[in-house]
């Protein structure tokens, strides 16, 4: 099993004789990102009409750490200084250790927080500034689960090819137009609804845990039936595995 294509890619390239025998099953994201019910949020360095751009991920990954400062250095600025009430907040493991001496009265390191829901309901956009790195962004995932307006750089969605720049997310190739698109959003945000809503729809149908069991049951459906790989996305049969996960 493969959670990214190119992963799946890069071996079946190398040992052709296991093409057929490679499945290719989507991350699954819990509802709890999504479902928006989380306590209220509260932060010392939110205030209730700041403009909120939320980068999520453990900085324990150097891609992560490095996301955090080209934003946090290269992009926000631009952006602050067109809307003096924008905070760029990041939370995740490590994130206080790493990235303390980016704290000032913009940008807000908040660390490892015990729900993340509370702070993806508040975002006004959430980022995804990945300059290098691989595999699956669960971040991405997150955030467009919770139906946020989601920017990211072609890095960041590198390995999930069925998330389309436009329509369920905003691409960003450098750090100017980067700002661009965030300042889009948050002059705008009703503009890019259609976006946040296709976002999460994708979520619901292709990485949510009823859909990943859906595909996981029809691919072990298959391979004990004799029929050889699946096909990504095909039907399945019962659903007491997709049931069994939901509960």
Same mark, same amino acid.
């Given at each position: 099993?493969?959670?990214?294509?190119?992963?799946?890619?890069?071996?079946?390239?190398?040992?052709?004789?296991?093409?057929?025998?490679?499945?290719? @099953?989507?991350?699954?994201?819990?509802? =709890?990102?999504?479902? =928006?019910?989380?306590?209220?949020?509260?932060? /010392?360095?939110?205030?209730?009409g700041d403009?909120?751009?939320?980068?999520?991920?453990?900085?324990?990954?150097?891609?992560?750490?490095?996301?955090?400062?080209?934003?946090?250095?290269?992009?926000?600025?631009?952006?602050?200084? +067109?809307?003096?009430?924008?905070?760029?907040?990041?939370? =995740?493991?490590?994130?206080?250790?790493?990235?303390?001496?980016?704290?000032? /009265? %913009?940008?807000?390191?908040? $660390?490892?927080?015990?729900? #993340?829901?509370?702070? #993806?309901?508040?975002?006004?956009? &959430?980022?995804?500034?990945?300059?290098? *790195?691989? %595999?699956?962004?669960?971040?991405?995932?997150?955030?467009?689960?919770? %139906?946020?307006?989601?920017?990211? +750089?072609?890095?960041?969605?590198?390995?999930? /090819?069925?998330?389309?720049? =436009?329509?369920?997310? #905003?691409?960003?190739?450098?750090?100017?137009?980067?700002?661009?698109? &965030?300042?889009?959003? #948050?002059?705008?945000?009703?503009?890019?609804? +259609?976006?946040?809503?296709?976002g999460r729809? @994708?979520?619901?149908?292709?990485?949510?845990? *009823?859909?990943?069991a859906t595909?996981?049951?029809?691919?072990?459906?298959?391979?004990?039936?004799?029929? *050889?790989? /699946?096909?990504?996305?095909?039907?399945? *049969?019962?659903? $007491?595995?997709?049931?069994?996960?939901? $509960?």
């Amino acid at each position: 099993f493969f959670y990214s294509s190119s992963d799946q890619d890069w071996v079946t390239r190398r040992f052709p004789s296991l093409a057929t025998r490679c499945v290719l @099953l989507p991350v699954s994201v819990g509802a =709890g990102a999504a479902s =928006g019910a989380a306590a209220p949020f509260r932060h /010392p360095g939110v205030a209730d009409g700041d403009k909120v751009l939320l980068l999520v991920g453990s900085m324990d990954n150097p891609s992560n750490e490095d996301a955090a400062r080209w934003f946090a250095k290269r992009i926000f600025p631009a952006l602050r200084s +067109t809307v003096p009430n924008a905070r760029f907040m990041v939370v =995740g493991t490590g994130s206080r250790r790493r990235l303390a001496d980016l704290d000032d /009265p %913009g940008v807000v390191v908040v $660390g490892e927080v015990p729900e #993340l829901a509370p702070f #993806l309901k508040r975002a006004d956009v &959430c980022v995804v500034p990945q300059r290098g *790195g691989a %595999g699956i962004r669960v971040k991405l995932l997150d955030s467009l689960a919770a %139906g946020r307006v989601t920017v990211a +750089t072609p890095v960041g969605v590198e390995a999930m /090819p069925d998330i389309r720049a =436009g329509e369920h997310y #905003l691409l960003a190739r450098d750090e100017n137009e980067f700002a661009a698109r &965030c300042l889009d959003v #948050l002059r705008d945000p009703g503009r890019f609804e +259609t976006v946040a809503q296709a976002g999460r729809e @994708l979520v619901r149908r292709r990485y949510s845990p *009823g859909a990943v069991a859906t595909e996981l049951e029809n691919a072990y459906t298959q391979i004990l039936s004799g029929g *050889g790989r /699946p096909s990504a996305g095909s039907a399945a *049969g019962p659903h $007491g595995l997709e049931e069994c996960m939901k $509960g």
